[in-house]
């Protein structure tokens, strides 16, 4: 006794019911609120269609509860063979076949959109010691248990395991001397070469293409395993439909850059994504050293001076989170050497259509 319902954030009753749905997976999953959202984040993603078209379903049950949420995105631009899907189901209303009409609807969208590969994900709080009862990513880095209800739900449809991502968390303020040694090591690294830029959701008109660049290259040169996940193209104009997007979502994008003063070229950034429903955490969003300028410390230097910016620019913020493949592990190791601890992950797992 339910039904699905279209949410294009028009209609504000459906919007708030899904925003609450996929909030209640999410604390359940999770067991706290960091990837929760507001109805202005959601609807403000929904009126940005330009890069990516958005698909979103709510489940509602017969008095109008919220009991389930699906999603698909589907890129325009570049990689228009696939598309990310999303299904969850509200805790109280689990095994009556909500997830399973929800995934069908979305498998059948991307169908209709001609995409050949969907992506998926599958979160989990604790990833599980090596051993029986786990599912080891081809990388082998990683593991997801398989008697998890989305592992079973997954394979069970012929989903392949190709990844395993590791979240991480920092808890801040970090001590600032212990911060300026992290900073000071990695400037001596790299030395009189590199300067710091910093800027705040909008970048310099002196580094528009440059750091489009960086968007593109960030699409390549992060490991993505047996993901069927090709280059993504950005230029000026996508870089700056991405700024308005977060503005219009509430959210500030606080960002470090390294310029190769030698070429005056940035080879690098970091970047926190600061969300509009709590002001106590932060996501990493990216964080990327071009291939041809890495082993000079660089990651550390560019994650160094974000995390200097805090205390002044967002002075509430308790935990920042991030996430890495398994299998990067120089990357890894400079967020542990930075104090993150293990906090969980995902699975990333990959469906043929065609």
């Known amino acids: 006794m339910w039904t699905l319902r279209e949410v294009d954030g028009r209609d504000p009753r459906l919007l708030d019911a899904y925003v609450e749905a996929a909030n209640t997976v999410v604390v359940d999953t999770w067991g706290v609120t960091d990837f929760c959202r507001n109805a202005r984040e959601v609807a403000g993603s929904l009126r940005d269609q330009q890069y990516e078209l958005k698909w979103r379903r709510v489940a509602l049950d017969e008095d109008g509860n919220p009991v389930g949420y699906a999603a698909l995105n589907l890129p325009q631009q570049d990689n228009t063979h696939t598309g990310y899907l999303e299904v969850g189901t509200v805790p109280g209303a689990r095994r009556q076949g909500i997830g399973s009409a929800l995934y069908g609807e979305v498998i059948a969208a991307a169908r209709a959109a001609g995409r050949t590969k969907v992506l998926a994900s599958t979160d989990q709080a604790v990833e599980p010691p090596a051993g029986p009862g786990t599912l080891t990513a081809p990388t082998g880095e990683g593991r997801v248990a398989t008697d998890a209800a989305p592992v079973r739900f997954a394979t069970s449809r012929g989903w392949r395991l190709e990844q395993v991502e590791r979240r991480s968390v920092l808890d801040v303020p970090l001590d600032p001397d212990v911060l300026a040694e992290h900073r000071m090591k990695a400037e001596q690294v790299g030395g009189d070469e590199y300067r710091v830029i910093t800027w705040t959701d909008r970048c310099p008109d002196e580094w528009l293409d440059q750091f489009a660049i960086l968007q593109t290259r ?137």
């Open 218 to 354: 960030m699409s390549t040169d992060v490991p993505t395993a047996g993901l069927d996940w090709g280059e993504e193209s950005w230029d000026g104009p996508r870089v700056r439909a991405r700024e308005a997007e977060f503005a219009d979502r509430g959210m500030s994008y606080p960002t470090v850059a390294a310029e190769h003063v030698p070429t005056g070229t940035l080879v690098g950034y970091s970047s926190f994504l600061v969300v509009p429903h709590t002001d106590e955490y932060v996501h990493q969003h990216d964080t990327l050293v071009v291939r041809e300028h890495r082993g000079r410390r660089l990651g550390m230097l560019l994650k160094a001076a974000n995390l200097q910016r805090l205390p002044q620019e967002l002075p509430n913020v308790r935990r920042i989170g991030t996430w890495n493949a398994e299998e990067n592990a120089p990357m890894l190791s400079i967020n542990i050497e930075l104090g993150f601890r293990p906090a969980g992950g995902a699975g990333e797992w990959q469906l043929d259509l065609a």
